[in-house]
Structures are given as C-alpha cells and as structure tokens.
C-alpha cells in the first residue's frame, strides 16, 4: 500500500500535453525532493527527473518536474507514442524511515 | 557507466528463503555516496521499495518486510545480496537492484530485473 498517491491512468492526442500529479505528506514530498521514472512495456523503471525538477542527461525537456507543498507533477509535453508508459514518482519517508514510490500512471497516446 | 545484475533462483517454496545477488560493474559497493538497493514489482503491479545497504555497511528496510529481510554486500567480489526469509506466494515478483544516491532520494541505475516465483 503505497503513501504516494496517483492517477491510475492518463491520456491524450499525439503532440498535446499531460500532467502527472502524486500526492503525499509533510513526511515525503513536503520536505523531500522527488523523483520520477518512466516504465517501457516489459523493462525497468528508468530515471527521468531527480532533485524535483532536474533532467539526467539524454532526457528531452519534454520531460518537467515541479512540487507545491506536498503534492508533486510529472509533465510530458509534444506527447509521442514513444511515451506511453507506466510513471512512477518516488521520494524518501522520514516517518517510516524509507523510500516510497507512488501507484504509478498509465500514460496512453491517443 | 554503472550496471547491475541480478541473479539467483527463478523458483523458490512456500515458507523457504529467497536469495539474490546483485553483481555490481562500473561502481564499487563500498566507497562513493550511495545506496544498493532492492525493488520488487509483481505483476501488473506497482513498484515495492524493498531495502538497502549503504557503503559503509549500514541498512534500510520496508517496515512492512523487516521481520524477514537481510540486505548485506560483499566488498570482495562487489556485489550485494537480499534475502527474504518466509515467503509465501505473495513474495512473487520481478526483482530489481539498484543504485540510489545518499544526498537526494534518487534511484539512478537499475538492474534489467530477475522474476522470482513462489511455488511448491
């Protein structure tokens, strides 16, 4: 049973936009940077923003992160059917005194 | 560039332990600021943190798992290794192990995953 909460599913037309919320509390996301990952059908997870906000190399800045209080967003902008895949984003939990993942979003390209 | 792999057994029994190791190349597991991680995914579902050892030896459980888990690393062949004592059929999963940086909660590099299954 995860702490971080998101949408199961998400969708839109090729070359629009969607946003990705998750949802924790003041012991996660209110006072942790979060990261996101992207899931390709049938592999690993693969980082796609760390430190709230930033990039790693070779991601396109289609890809943005951004937090407000305890809840924190996942945008994908220019959508490509190349996106379609499950995100999840992920912080550390002071109270439980470990790492956390959301419930994770199914991204669909129309 | 750091890569991991997972390996041990595909089958485990009901109330056995399940062992894995994670061979580590392009990194050590015992210097640098970082975390080796497990992860596990069981089918159709989500992502489940399962623990961590740190360079210096120290570890990080799921309170949900901590009763039967042991997260350890061996410096002399760069590995590190999870085992889960117990295991029922709810244990069944793909198996990830991974890097996690210590200064911000990130999970930089991933393992390609080993599905265990428990089974009689």
Redesign the interface.
């Known amino acids: 049973q ?1 702490v971080l909460t998101q949408p199961p599913s998400v969708s839109a037309a090729p070359g629009q936009k969607v946003t990705i919320s998750c949802s924790g509390s003041s012991s996660n996301i209110g006072n ?4 996101w ?1 992207q899931q390709l059908p049938g ?5 796609l923003i ?2 709230t906000n930033k990039r ?1 190399s070779g991601i396109p800045d289609r890809f943005s992160g951004s937090k407000s209080g305890t809840s924190a967003t996942l945008g994908i902008t220019g959508l490509q059917t190349g996106d379609e895949a499950d995100y ?1 984003c ?3 939990d002071s109270s ?9 979003t199914k991204v669909t390209v129309l | 560039q750091v890569q991991l792999q997972e390996s041990g057994p595909g089958l485990v029994k009901p109330s056995q332990t399940l062992s894995l190791t994670c061979t580590v190349s392009g990194g050590s597991v015992s210097s640098g600021s970082y975390y080796w ?1 497990w ?1 596990r995914q069981p089918a159709g579902k ?4 399962i623990g ?1 050892v740190y360079t210096r030896g120290s570890t ?4 949900s798992l901590k009763s039967r888990l042991t997260v350890s690393r061996d410096t002399s062949k760069n590995q590190f290794s999870l085992k889960l004592s117990s295991v029922t059929a709810a244990d069944t999963a793909v198996y ?1 192990c991974a890097r ?2 210590e200064w ?5 590099y ?4 080993t599905l265990v299954t428990v089974s009689s």
Do not use: C, H, M
Not at chain 1, 32 to 35: H, I, L, Q, T
Not at chain 2, 104 to 108: G, K, L, Q, V, W
Not at chain 2, 110 to 113: A, I, L, S
């Open positions: 995860s942790n940077y979060v990261s990952y592999t690993a997870p693969k980082l760390y430190e790693p999840y992920g912080t550390w439980l005194s470990a790492s956390v993942f959301g419930t994770g | 991680s992860i989500g992502l489940e943190w961590r990080n459980y799921n309170p990830y996690e940086r911000e909660p990130t999970i930089d991933w393992g390609q995953g």
